[in-house]
């Protein structure tokens, strides 16, 4: 089957931090200065590599019935890469997750879903912000994820949207948060949130593959059993996600796996206010 090699990743990249196995031992809030601390303390300089917005992994969802029987909750989730994260991360509902890959561009990409997830009403507005479209309507709360997709597949990109998103994001994330990103950073937020509003949910892939899914296609797929486990789909998921970005309980950190610093030693967390 194609793509197999998703069980090694996630193998290495999925784990229950020892030090952090104590439930007990982990702040339910992590504060703005911590967060933007532990992105800054942890952080190497960024890989150059082939631009990639969203996963390639087309059974990305075949390890969630494996992780769900034997993952504690209130755990440390370990994670690289993209958009997957958050539905493993609904999957074993960790209390705190981080996020290493050796793009800088990924570390900028899941600060704009940070902002986007703290601005959404539902699934449906978090969509229309991601992708620069107007929400369709109407959408019930039990919408599927496919039947939600393709209520925007008709919607065209909007520019006006779009440019109202890059001011919400970057304003939640600088004047909000405080967060203090440098303008090439700023520049990173408009760049990658165009890059989704010109492609859109059917047309935006991974690279590779050019059979790869679309960002659609990937979030109606579905485990072994062929029940739908990403974070779109249901309201549920969305919400087990959306719940850990206001407390800044999902870090993403620009590392390499093979570097000296991001995987090195532990460091304590400070508890949040």
């Not at 969203?54 to 969802?61: A, G, L, T």
């Not at 440098?182 to 760049?191: L, S, Y």
């Amino acid at each position: 089957m194609r793509k197999r090699s998703l069980m090694l990743v996630v193998a290495t990249a999925l784990v229950v931090l020892p030090l952090w196995t104590r439930a007990e031992t982990l702040p339910d809030t992590v504060d703005d200065k911590e967060f933007w601390r532990l992105i800054t303390d942890l952080s190497e300089p960024g890989g150059r590599f082939q631009q990639q917005f969203m996963s390639n992994e087309d059974s990305f969802q075949f390890v969630i019935p494996g992780l769900k029987a034997n993952t504690q909750k209130n755990g440390v989730y370990l994670g690289v890469g993209s958009e997957q994260n958050f539905t493993y991360i609904a999957a074993i509902q960790p209390r705190v997750s981080f996020i290493v890959d050796i793009r800088h561009d990924n570390m900028i990409e899941h600060l704009i879903y940070k902002a986007i997830f703290e601005l959404a009403l539902d699934r449906a507005d978090f969509l229309s912000r991601l992708f620069s479209r107007k929400r369709p309507s109407p959408l019930e709360a039990n919408t599927t994820a496919k039947a939600l997709f393709d209520a925007f597949q008709p919607m065209e990109p909007d520019v006006s949207i779009y440019e109202q998103n890059v001011r919400a994001v970057t304003d939640r994330l600088v004047a909000i948060h405080k967060f203090p990103l440098t303008e090439a950073d700023k520049a990173d937020v408009g760049r990658i949130l165009n890059a989704f509003r010109t492609a859109g949910p059917y047309s935006l892939k991974g690279t590779g593959d050019i059979t790869n899914p679309t960002y659609a296609q990937l979030m109606a797929m579905t485990d072994p059993a062929g029940k739908n486990e990403s974070y779109l789909a249901s309201e549920e998921n969305f919400r087990l996600v959306q719940k850990l970005q206001p407390q800044n309980a999902i870090i993403p950190v620009t590392g390499d796996f093979a570097g000296e610093k991001t995987l090195g030693e532990p460091r304590p967390i400070s508890q949040g206010s």
